[in-house]
């Protein structure tokens, strides 16, 4: 009986209009940065007058025959201008749709995890990324009948051990930047442009290696449209590894909680009634 009312209740308090109006942000956050980044990187190779592949694939080639030549830094498709693309689209999705979106699962694992929102809330929100990243990659369908620039993979010659602690690090920073965002007071654009920072320096950091995932919904979209999934648990297991450290970074060192404190939290947060009173959480919940 105990568990069955619990159960009515944690469904009683998904079904409420935050929580399914922040579901619809997330699923829209996430497909517009999706589908403004993606396309870009699309055109980059267009853009620099080559046809086929682009930085995001340079190196992945399933066909080692004809490896793809090397890019320069300094190349009008480089490494740079795909850093700059993503670090854009993420600060102009985080200003369209409010600074309380996460449009990143890491992210909204953090959350969980540095108790600024319940599990099931983020279960939840992660469901709308996943759908918001298939959506932009079904719509990157119609500029481009080949999605592989823009997949995910990881590079010939990476280590599949490299290629996840890449992804940690990459990921790790980008979280505790957010994190930092929600615990110190900023003037109203500055979170978003600090994490559109972030996550171009992630980029420079894992492009060449990766494609740069840092984002599970990022990598999710374009290997369900294609279908291809290989090594795809790597753009799983960095970015939450990334969290996780990053969270546990924030609640023992950087914002350290007394035990006391944290148990009064947590129990707070997870105190369900049948009259629910609102959980006070940062404002990027």
């Keep these: 009986m105990l568990v069955s009312r619990y159960l009515r209740l944690i469904l009683k308090d998904i079904c409420t209009h935050s929580c399914l109006h922040h579901f619809l942000l997330e699923f829209l956050g996430t497909a517009l940065f999706l589908s403004a ?20 694939s340079a190196g992945n080639q399933s066909d080692l025959s004809h490896p793809a030549p090397p890019l320069s830094p300094v190349s009008p498709a480089g490494p740079f201008q795909v850093a700059l693309v993503f670090g854009l689209s993420i600060a102009m999705a985080a200003v369209s749709v409010g600074g309380d979106v996460h449009i990143n699962p890491s992210v909204t694992i953090a959350m969980a995890l540095t108790l600024r929102l319940r599990l099931w809330r983020a279960a939840l929100y992660v469901i709308g990324q996943l759908l918001g990243g298939v959506a932009s990659a079904s719509l990157l369908l119609g500029l481009s009948r080949d999605l592989t620039p823009v997949l995910n993979q990881v590079s010939s010659g990476v280590h599949l051990h490299q290629a996840v602690a890449l992804e940690t690090l990459a990921t790790l920073q980008l979280v505790l930047v957010v994190l930092a965002t929600v615990s110190i007071p900023l003037p109203g654009m500055a979170s978003p442009l600090l994490i559109g920072l972030a996550v171009s320096l992630g980029h420079l950091v894992a492009v060449r290696a990766t494609g740069c995932g840092m984002n599970p919904a990022r990598s999710f979209g374009p290997a369900v449209i294609t279908l291809n999934f290989n090594n795809h648990w790597v753009f799983w297991a960095g970015p939450v590894l990334g969290a996780c450290l990053a969270a546990g970074l924030n609640n023992l060192l950087l914002r350290p909680r007394r035990s006391g404190n944290w148990w009064a939290e947590l129990k707070q947060l997870y105190l369900l009634t049948d009259k629910q009173q609102p959980v006070a959480l940062s404002p990027l919940q």
């Design 37 to 56: 980044s993606l396309s870009a990187v699309l055109m980059l190779p267009l853009a620099a007058g080559k046809p086929g592949r682009d930085l995001m």
